[in-house]
Structure formats: C-alpha cells, structure tokens
C-alpha cells in the first residue's frame, strides 16, 4: 500500500494526471460556446422582444368592391362582408387567410343566399379585443357564436377551408341547434400529425422566431404548394394575402392557433353530429392527405364526401368551376 501511495506521489510530482487542453483547441471551444449563447440571445430577442414591420400603404383592390363592413363585440371587432338574398351562409376562411379567399365562392353564392364572410380572430382585418384570448378550439368557437350574435343570426349554414373548417365543425359539434348545414372544404378533424410545414410552429422560440421572419415570398411558397392550378397565383393574389398577414397580431395568432389545435376534440364527436355535412377535399391536397375525406365521410352520420381531382388544398380557389356548383347544390337541397 505503502508503494503504491509513493508511486502515486512520484507520478503526481513528474507530471498531471490530466493534460491540460491546448490554448488553440480552448479558444475554439470557448469562441463555440459563445457563438451559441449569442444566437440563442439572439433568438430569445427576435422571439420576444423584436416586431417586424407591418405592410404599410397596400390598398386592397377587393376591399375596395368588396363594401367591407365591421361589427363590435366584446370578443373582437369583426370585418366581414354581406351579400345577396336568402338563407344566411357564413364563410370562415383558413388558418392565416382571410375573406378575400372567397372571392369566387362569394360571387357565386350571393345570387341564392345572404352570405356573410368573416375574418375570425388572428385573420384578415379582425382586431381582438380580449387580451387574454386564447385561440383554442373554445375561444375560436365562441368568437363564431359572438360574430352570429352581433350580425342577428341565429342559424346558419357555415362553410369553412382548412383550420376555418376546423373550427366549424367544433362549433357544430358544440351547437348543432345553430348551424343548418356544415360545409369542409381540406378541413384537418383527424387527430393525425399536420404537415412539416405547420408542426415546426409547435417548437417554443422557434416557432415564433419562424412567424416573424416569415417573409412574402415565404407566403408566396406555400400558396403555391396550396394550388394545382399555379396560374392562379397571381401577384395580385399573393400581395393581398401578405397585407393582412404581415400585421403583427396576425403573426403572434399564427403559432398561437397552431399550438393549440387539438383534433382530439374534433374527432371525438365526429359520430354525434347530427348536422348535414359536405366533406369536399383538393384530389391533390400536399398539406392534408385526401384520404382524410372518406376518413371523415365514414365517421360523420349522412355525411357527403367530393374529392375534386386535379385540385390542390384550397380547392375552393384552385377550382371554382368544379367546387361552386357543389357548394351550391349542397345548400339548396332540402337534408
């Protein structure tokens, strides 16, 4: 034992038991480990501190036909519009769209119904006046029940595209009592993984640094990935959704709505609804598999299923001519 601590002390006085670190691979290491604090300083910042600049100046050529109206409640100031006669349809847009989508529906609609189309919360030109609003599947409904009750609706047939048509359906599920028919156009309801697009917004610091940088040609990439038809993405089409888009209550909704879309709930009460439903999805939808429709078809009592070939997520502007008579037909039969 005893040779063995002498020989300890031996090595100990000759030498370190450990070889200290070259001073060029310790500078490597420690200008890393800065690099990694700033860009993590610099995330948090651009996360939580940083505003990008809102579009300023753009006039809307819609808005200017389109009569644009607004309705105050204690949920939000609604902007929407109004038009032709009939039995009331309201049009909920998708995710980080607005009305200006329907355009086409819009025309096409009017000459049978009075049609209401809505920017919901985080959409279009809406303003929230809830501070504490929290873009859940609850809130989102409740923000439909208020926009109905401020327009003197008591019942209406709602047609929604995507994360709108996601919404409705939870209203529907929520108060079949006040919706007369339910139209789905590539509406997820499924508790199935979104696309990679949407799930990176799931990440905290990332997903908000993602929607902020987000830029028009971001925006412009997706609405192509959205159409079949990519004619119809025009620069008019791309500079009137960026408008609203770029306006920072919209940016913070993006992540927010996206973070708490549960489709548990959606699908949990897909059996019970009792509501006329239209399920019509884009054949060649890249965002939500088509397969969701006869998914969603088989689950739905009396539900009606469409798949339009050659059309693309928002098959409702990538394919009027195919999509309108359906919507039409639809909401004129008597169910």
């Known amino acids: 034992m005893q040779d063995l601590r002498a020989r300890l002390e031996e090595l100990a006085g000759s030498r370190p038991l450990w070889k200290p670190l070259r001073p060029r691979v310790r500078k490597i290491l420690i200008g890393v480990a800065s690099l990694y604090a700033l860009l993590t300083v610099a995330m948090l910042f651009v996360a939580y501190v940083w505003q990008p600049p809102e579009e300023q100046g753009y006039r809307s050529a819609y808005l200017a036909e389109a009569a644009p109206r607004y309705v105050e409640t204690s949920v939000a100031r609604f902007h929407y519009t109004m038009s032709g006669e009939g039995p009331p349809v309201v049009l909920l847009a998708g995710g980080q769209q607005w009305i200006f989508s329907y355009r086409d529906t819009i025309a096409s609609l009017r ?27 609850d809130a989102m409904a409740s923000a439909i029940g208020s926009f109905l009750d401020a327009v003197d609706v008591s019942r209406a047939s709602l047609i929604g595209h995507s994360w709108g048509g996601s919404w409705a359906l939870y209203f529907a599920e929520q108060h079949p009592e006040r ?36 830029g028009k040609s971001d925006l412009e990439r997706l609405l192509r990935k959205s159409f079949v038809h990519q004619e119809r993405v025009t620069d008019e089409v791309v500079e009137e959704n960026w408008a609203p888009l770029s306006r920072r209550e919209n940016r913070k909704a993006m992540w927010m709505l996206k973070r708490r879309l549960e489709f548990s709930l959606t699908e949990r009460k897909l059996q019970d609804l009792r509501v006329p439903t239209l399920v019509l999805w884009g054949g060649e939808d890249q965002f939500d598999d088509p397969r969701q429709a006869e998914e969603l078809g088989r689950r739905i009592p009396g539900s009606i299923v469409r798949i339009v070939p050659s059309c693309g997520h928002s098959a409702h502007e990538d394919c009027p001519g195919s999509v309108n008579p359906e919507l039409v037909s639809f909401l004129a039969k008597d169910h």
Request: proline residues 6%.
């Open 111 to 137: 000459a049978h119904f009075t049609v209401y189309a809505v920017d919901l919360p985080g959409q279009g030109y809406t303003t929230v006046r809830q501070s504490d609003f929290r873009y859940d599947f």
């Open 179 to 214: 919706v007369a028919k339910l139209v789905l156009i590539d509406s997820p309801a499924l508790n199935v993984p979104s696309s990679w697009e949407w799930r990176v917004l799931d990440v905290p610091v990332a997903g908000e640094v993602i929607a902020k940088l987000m």
